[in-house]
T-cell receptor, first 113, second 114 residues
Framework: NAGVMQNPRHLVRRRGQEARLRCSPM?????VYWYRQLPEEGLKFMVY????????ESGMPKERFSAEFPKEGPSILRIQQVVRGDSAAYFC???????????FGPGTRLTVL | GENVEQHPSTLSVQEGDSAVIKCTYS??????FPWYKQELGKRPQLIID?????GEKKDQRIAVTLNKTAKHFSLHITETQPEDSAVYFC?????????????FGKGTKLSVKP
């Protein structure tokens, strides 16, 4: 599972700025999932993508948040006009097929000042 | 939607003792139940998983049991060691549907005292 890469590992933004989080899945994996983890809490599902498609975004706030997984390049989770409540660890996971074992990346820790 | 409850939230054991963490789920359609271990500041790492066609699975000191009728599953760690100290998360999902996301419990912080 060391193959799932995320960058940056740490990101500091001021309120109102944009945050872009990147996730490169394991080689051969075409399914990507984004989760958010608040301090001392579990992981909450945000969005599930397959190459060029959003399969399920039911866990993602409808405003300010968007995600994509283009044909080429990493998956990107974008948060516009960040607020302090967006401070959290954002993890992505990837799987080979839908419903297969999900392997997690190291996470991006977002701090909003 | 699916809801996963996990107990206890904290667990302290002596080295060499066993540890048991229990989870219940609400959606009877769920058929895949992984367990992840997360050390402080690190990524969640899969330690064992079970699918609904089996009732028990074992891997060395770790075992998971599943009771589909009662909708609960448990993680058993025997002969605990200090390096087992971490937060453990259970999760549930429906493999085969249009969704693939995992629904996680809130975690159990396990402390193994030497």
């Amino acid at each position: 599972n060391a193959g799932v890469m995320q960058n940056p590992r740490h990101l500091v933004r001021r309120r109102g700025q944009e945050a872009r989080l990147r996730c490169s899945p394991m080689k051969g994996h075409s399914h990507v999932y984004w989760y958010r983890q608040l301090p001392e809490e579990g992981l909450k599902f945000m969005v599930y993508l397959q190459k060029e498609n959003i399969i399920d975004e039911s866990g993602m706030p409808k405003e300010r948040f968007s995600a994509e997984f283009p044909k080429e390049g990493p998956s990107i989770l974008r948060i516009q006009q960040v607020v302090r409540g967006d401070s959290a660890a954002y993890f992505c996971a990837s799987s080979h097929h839908r419903g297969d074992t999900q392997y997690f990346g190291p996470g991006t820790r977002l701090t909003v000042l | 939607g699916e809801n996963v409850e996990q107990h206890p939230s904290t667990l302290s054991v002596q080295e060499g003792d066993s540890a048991v963490i229990k989870c219940t789920y609400s959606d009877s359609a769920s058929n895949y139940f992984p367990w992840y271990k997360q050390e402080l500041g690190k990524r969640p790492q899969l330690i064992i998983d079970i699918r609904s066609n089996v009732g028990e699975k074992k891997d060395q000191r770790i075992a998971v049991t599943l009771n589909k009728t009662a909708k609960h599953f448990s993680l058993h760690i025997t002969e605990t060691q200090p390096e087992d100290s971490a937060v453990y998360f259970c999760a549930a999902s429906y493999y085969g549907g249009s969704q693939g996301n995992l629904i996680f419990g809130k975690g159990t912080k396990l402390s193994v005292k030497p």
